[in-house]
């Protein structure tokens, strides 16, 4: 846990962008209860921002988009991502979502990371409530 802050614009009902700043809370046997904040050169911090798309389709198929990128100051490290989240048939109380959620990273030591993730979920598979969940996923990460 760490010192930060956000700020918020949502533009319309369905859209935002968030943009934020934090500390890097890394050393917690300096600071094991994280009351003392110290921004300095060495320690960095963080930066980050992130838009957000909340489309709902025919009325019922609620989606969540976001696409962001992260900045941290003390090793000039960045990274970009992109998540997507859809709903793509709905019956009652049960649902069909779909997802996608992407990742790039360099990182100081000029290594590139690279992660991919995609699956699909399911809303009362078991219940006529739609208070379960059944999903299955698959995931794949690459470094250079």
Not at 25 to 54: C, S
Request: aromatic share 14%; hydrophobic share 35%.
């Amino acid at each position: 846990m760490g010192l930060g802050a956000n700020l918020r614009w949502n533009f319309r009902n369905d859209m935002s962008w968030i943009v934020g700043a934090y500390d890097c809370p890394y050393d917690f046997e300096e600071n094991p209860y994280n009351v003392h904040w110290e921004f300095t050169k060495e320690k960095g911090g963080i930066l980050a921002t992130e838009y957000q798309y909340a489309p709902t389709i025919k009325n019922e198929l609620q989606g969540q988009y976001q696409v962001g990128f992260t900045y941290e100051t003390a090793g000039r490290n960045w990274g970009v991502y992109l998540n997507a989240s859809q709903a793509v048939w709905k019956r009652n109380q049960r649902t069909l979502n779909l997802f996608v959620m992407s990742a790039l990273e360099r990182h100081l030591s000029e290594h590139m990371y690279f992660q991919i993730s995609g699956g699909a979920s399911m809303t009362g598979v078991f219940s006529k409530k739609g208070k379960d969940v059944l999903g299955i996923a698959c995931t794949s990460a690459i470094s250079s």
